[in-house]
């Protein structure tokens, strides 16, 4: 490994803006948007744009989660999607699906010029290829879908990547961008138009009525004619969506190359756990290699050693752009569908003022800019024609019911298989610095990790979400809940939802383990503040 493992995020680097303040008081506005990633951003901008007094409330910093960690590909094509768009939602569905999604990229086009945003916007051709001549055939028929479904689509054999590709799919007049050199300018603008963003701050209850009524976790309340839930994985889930969504971890290496070895393009393949390339600029006569892959359920043993699934990305990339020095890292989390298709709309069959955001699967620009779309026509009482394909109340039990099945399945195996004795580790003393393991102590699961200098940080191991066993990300330092991929630092604080509330802390002594009896297992573990 040449680089420092904390290096971050190449858009992170990018000044993250003014600080907002917390909401520091009870409001009232017209709509208020819950998170501050791209779909809340752009939801936001598009309602402030038409006249409309808007909120935004975000948890952490705005465009600094899952938005400030893509690949930014700004693309309607999306991998394989369209064949499987077809056989769920018709033929017509697929192309209200590629005509959405199309306008979208023109969209973030559009909005830069009017605005002025530089923001790295650059115009380039998407691929999905294949390395295998046996999967000629399925991108021939992707072809013939995203053509079938609008797109400027073909099927190619000469590809401009340095390795030998058996045929892709090309789609021209796509582009990718820096996020948040685009989001944090739209915030601004989103300011000047008289909306109000509050970071710092999260919203911990929905009451939906007339009006709804948000509250924060410090007790403040907003109410709002409209709410909007546009924090990843819905975070108000009162239309079941966690049984149709499932959370992905992806990790990215990144590193700079000479301008000429740009293969210009973005590129895409399913195959090896997801092979994803792109360039972004990097100053004078050079280039930043992006790389994206090893897809992986978070918290779960598919993940296995996530530091080894980094080293096998960095193989990957070395040996297919030789000469790369890869000098950041990170990672990013989507949530698929049961469908191939994002959930936008109502948040559920009986909302008449609540709408969510969530499922984009991989696409998150793309799939941002349109439900900021479609969410600001909803509130504003339009429909475009493709509001009923974006619909998450809609259902293909047929179609569906395997892939909801299987999500179900995973998650009982994890709620019952990680509660069993072998799940566990037998003592802290078997906890190596920098690592991390559930261990049974006087009854109580707890999740420990030694850090560094060999102190314990012991929180409960039960996710706040819906109660499931987490597991430890070696390379994040995390804890990660397999079941609906919420994450926590090692002292218990919500990095990634759908939890709202910290793991309980512990203080748990050198040593504790399981196999004492109960009565010398209370006195190791004392819950902090008790």
């Known amino acids: 490994m040449t680089y420092d493992p904390a290096s971050g995020s190449l858009w992170m680097e990018y000044a993250p803006g003014p600080a907002r303040p917390p909401l520091d008081g009870s409001i009232e506005t017209e709509v208020a948007v819950v998170g501050g990633g791209i779909a809340g951003l752009c939801t936001a901008w598009e309602v402030a744009r038409a006249g409309h007094p808007v909120v935004l409330l975000e948890a952490d910093r705005i465009a600094s989660g899952v938005t400030g960690h893509t690949t930014a590909k700004l693309s309607s094509l999306h991998g394989l999607a369209y064949a499987e768009i077809q056989s769920v939602h018709g033929a017509r569905g697929a192309r209200l699906y590629a005509h959405s999604q199309q306008i979208a990229v023109e969209r973030v086009a559009q909005v830069a010029e009017e605005l002025g945003i530089d923001c790295d916007l650059e115009a380039l051709p998407a691929y999905t ?56 300018a739209l915030a601004a603008d989103l300011e000047v138009l008289g909306g109000r963003i509050f970071e710092r701050t999260r919203v911990t209850r929905l009451q939906e009525g007339s009006p709804c009524e948000l509250t924060t976790s410090s007790g403040h309340t907003v109410k709002a004619r409209d709410v909007v839930v546009a924090t990843h994985y819905p975070v108000f889930d009162r239309g079941l969506l966690f049984t149709r969504l499932e959370p992905k971890r992806e990790l990215v290496v990144a590193g700079p190359i000479p301008a000429e070895q740009d293969p210009g393009g973005m590129f895409l393949t399913p195959e090896g756990g997801t092979r994803s390339v792109r360039t972004a600029p990097y100053g004078d006569g050079r280039r930043m290699l992006i790389v994206t892959g090893e897809k992986f359920t978070p918290g779960t043993e598919e993940a296995g050693e996530v530091g080894e699934r980094y080293e096998k990305l960095e193989a990957w990339a070395r040996e297919r752009f030789p000469g790369v020095e890869l000098t950041h890292r990170w990672a990013t989390q989507d949530n698929f569908t049961t469908d191939r298709v994002p959930y936008v709309g109502r948040l559920h069959a009986g909302a008449r003022h609540a709408y969510v955001a969530t499922g984009f699967a991989g696409w998150g620009m793309s799939n941002g800019v349109m439900a900021g ?91 706040t979400h819906l109660g499931c066993i987490v597991h430890f990300n070696d390379e994040e330092c995390a804890w990660e809940c397999p079941c609906h991929g919420s994450r926590f630092d090692v002292d218990g604080k919500v990095m990634q939802g759908p939890a709202l509330r910290p793991l309980e802390q512990y203080e748990v002594e050198e040593g504790a383990e399981g196999a004492q009896g109960a009565e010398g297992a209370q006195e190791d573990v004392k819950e902090d503040g008790a």
């Open 373 to 463: 779309d479609l969410l600001a026509c909803r509130i504003r009482g339009r429909e475009p024609a493709w509001t009923s394909l974006y619909d998450p109340v809609r259902l293909h039990p047929v179609r569906e019911a395997p892939a909801m099945l299987r999500l179900q399945a995973q998650v009982g195996k994890h709620f019952i298989g990680d509660r069993l004795p072998g799940a566990h580790a037998d003592s802290t003393a078997d906890i190596a610095p920098g690592a991390g393991a559930v261990v049974r102590v006087g009854g109580q699961r707890l999740a420990v990790h030694r850090d560094a200098s060999g102190a314990l940080h012991a929180v409960s191991a039960r996710c």
């Open 129 to 184: 290829y294949t390395e295998d001549p046996a999967m000629a055939g399925k991108l021939r028929e992707e072809a013939e879908a995203a053509r079938a479904a609008g797109l400027a689509a073909s099927y190619e054999t000469d590809v401009p990547l340095p390795f030998p590709v058996a045929g892709a799919v090309k789609v021209e007049n796509q582009a990718q961008f820096h996020p948040r050199k685009y989001l944090l």
